[in-house]
């Protein structure tokens, strides 16, 4: 019994250092803007760190072990069994939601009342976006307007591709796998946020709903895989497909410090029907399931405005 704990304690363990080395590409979609955009002439930077936990490519990462993975290569030839389809089922989780810790910096300046845009580098990903204040006063501490609710709307842009698979246990595959995958996010978040003090001079506390679309292009070109089909020995056929799906999230974040200088906690939270998907050897896998993000980051404010 204790030799049966401490191995699974062993797997649990090999399996989150796995995550930690799968670091980089996860999908940027987390919210920790308040309500009140930029000011114009301003400068906000700062940086995050935090996590991408998604349910589904969990679940499908841990149906199958890395001495499994170990096992496969060292075949002399591969044909298509029951390992060889869980590891394509979790190559293809993970492309749809990248598991493991995330590091972004990111810049926003302000350039008109009411409008600002910003630049995120998000683990390895290149992110643009803009966001739209539609409610409550837009001055500065110094010159602060009438009200402490703010509202916005804000919109993303994030294209990502599949170079997390080199820090990936499955990276050993891909010489009889060849899988590859892109993506493109579209993040359109709805805010409202409460001012401490005027014009958020010591932070704010934020909310809202936020949407998710997702575009991803993915292939197989299996070049040493076969199968038997009768009596005789084929190559598996390669396998390109595109497909899309939405993911809805709730969202809670917070600034706390004072003028120049905030810390910024953040979590949201997403429910995403992945869709079903195309498979070598004409098979079809559905997935679904839970994203958490939590996050801790630093802000900074600069500039002299207008």
Known sequence: ?????????????????????????????AVINSGKVT?????????????????????QLDDIAKATVDAIVKKDSVYYDNEIETATKALLAYALDPVGPTFDFYIRYGVVPRLDVGYKYASGVHVFDTQYQFMGPTGTPENPGVGDWYGSIGLQYA??????????????????????????DVTVPIIFSKSF????????????????????????????LFERVGGEVEKVNPLMEKNS???????????????YVYLVPAITIYYQDYGSYKLLRN???????MTFIPSLGIQASFGRGR
């Open 1 to 29: 019994m204790r030799g049966s704990i401490l191995l699974k304690g062993k797997a649990v363990c090999g399996f989150l250092f796995l995550l930690v080395l799968a670091a980089g590409c996860t999908a940027p979609r």
């Open 39 to 59: 000011a114009p002439g301003k400068f906000k930077a700062g940086v995050n760190f935090g996590g991408n936990i998604a349910t589904e490519p969990i679940g």
């Open 159 to 184: 294209g990502q591709s599949s170079d997390w698979i080199d820090n990936l246990f499955l990276d050993k595959l891909q010489p009889v796998l060849q899988f590859t995958a892109k993506r493109r």
């Open 197 to 224: 003090g005027p014009e958020e001079e010591k932070g704010s506390i934020a909310f809202g709903a936020v949407y998710n679309h997702t575009s991803i292009e993915y292939g197989f070109e299996p070049g040493k």
């Open 245 to 259: 799906f939405g993911s809805y999230g709730l969202f809670a974040n917070a600034r706390i410090g004072f003028k």
């Open 283 to 289: 098979t079809t896998q559905s997935f679904s399931g």
